[in-house]
């Protein structure tokens, strides 16, 4: 049995949610009630006594997105691109954007317990929460390491992070007491971009590959050494690739060939259109490199997001990283048949539009 809806019938797994987002699941809130299917986003929980059920309530290996917003920006409906893997009670974090740190208190995990942290690429909507949660592991008396992978300039983000705390440190070494310094247990590790799947980590929960997709082109590749990376988590008992932001990508398919699940970031077709005219424009004005056209090359349209799926073969898409994102530009959030739409042109399997705080 297909379906659009959000909870996949072919599946046999409890899809839990915080509060009035279940609804979410279902391509509704309490908005799009009201009306008729815009504005999906997150739903705030008000009752202190029911935050954080849904993460205690969770076995075996599962999918959390905290943010699902595309794009840079502090938007009160969507937080920045993060993701969870939670294999029974141990915590896989895939990417850090704004707004990460609070989505990890709501659903129960915290951050404290974070020992591995892996990014896609080194975009400020996929990193801004990362000094806030490594600093706050420090002062919070964490004293096992966290080791943070992701392409070229991952250590040097670290590195900087811990500069950014580093008064912080001094100051609650000398009226603390504080003996652990959080550079003996932070440690950033760049990865290769590769061409071919290539095994990054292993523990006894997961074992992780990575391969580069095509977020970044030719010419912008030419002049600088970052690179984005698209990730492959296998668990005891579930596959979950994440695509990472990227335009079509062959290695992206055969990464995700035969995944339970596979996250995809996604464009709507009207925004892509929109991007393809400006940046004609910009281009004839001399400024050929120019935002525009960085977002209509290097971002997936709904039937590239389809297309990728099926030639995959993957059981479930879940669409993330949603463009348009931005609620606070004048624009409302899309309703989720403008992104079912391009995808069911070139696949018909199970597909979820992500929202905050969901858990797959």
């Known amino acids: 049995m297909k379906s659009d809806s959000g909870i996949p019938a072919a599946m046999n797994r409890r899809l839990l949610l915080k509060g009035a987002a279940g609804l979410a699941a279902l391509g509704i809130t309490p908005k799009a009630l009201a009306q008729s299917g815009e504005g999906q986003g997150r739903t705030a929980n008000s009752d202190p006594a029911t935050r954080g059920l849904a993460a205690e309530a969770l076995t075996g290996t599962s999918l959390i997105l905290l943010g ?21 009670d141990t915590p896989y974090l895939v990417d850090c954007g704004y707004g990460t740190m609070r989505d990890l208190v709501e659903c129960g995990i915290g951050y404290l317990q974070l020992a591995n942290i892996f990014f896609t690429h080194l975009h400020d909507d996929h990193t801004a929460d990362l000094p806030a949660l490594l600093t706050h592991q420090w002062t919070g008396s964490r004293t096992d390491p966290t080791d943070i992978y ?83 988590f296998e668990t005891k008992d579930r596959s979950i690739v994440f695509s990472g932001d990227t335009a079509y990508s062959e290695n992206v398919v055969a990464l995700a060939k035969g995944a339970d699940v596979f996250i995809c970031e996604i464009m709507s077709q009207r925004i892509y259109d929109q991007m393809v005219r400006i940046a004609k424009e910009e281009e004839a004005k001399g400024n050929p490199n120019n935002m525009y056209r960085h977002v209509a090359t290097t971002h997936s349209t709904p039937a590239d997001v389809g297309r990728t799926a099926r030639e995959a073969g993957v059981k ?15 624009r409302p959030n899309l309703p989720v048949t403008t992104f079912i739409a391009g995808v069911r042109k070139e696949f018909d399997g199970e597909v979820i539009v992500g929202q905050d705080l969901m858990v797959i």
């Open 68 to 88: 699902t917003r595309g794009g840079p920006g502090v938007d009160l409906k969507r937080a920045e691109t993060s993701s969870l893997v939670l294999v029974d």
């Open 150 to 232: 992701g392409p070229y300039g991952t250590q040097a983000m670290v590195a900087g992070a811990l500069a950014f705390f580093k008064a912080n440190t001094e100051i609650r070494i000398v009226d603390e007491g504080r003996k652990v310094r959080p550079e003996t247990l932070m440690h950033g590790h760049d990865l290769p971009a590769t061409a071919k799947p290539t095994r990054v980590f292993k523990d006894d929960k997961v074992t992780v590959t990575s391969i580069e997709n095509t977020h970044f082109p030719a010419r912008s590749k030419a002049k600088m050494p970052y690179r984005s990376l698209a990730y492959r």
């Open 316 to 330: 479930l898409l879940v669409l993330n990283h949603l463009i348009p994102g931005a609620t606070n530009l004048g």
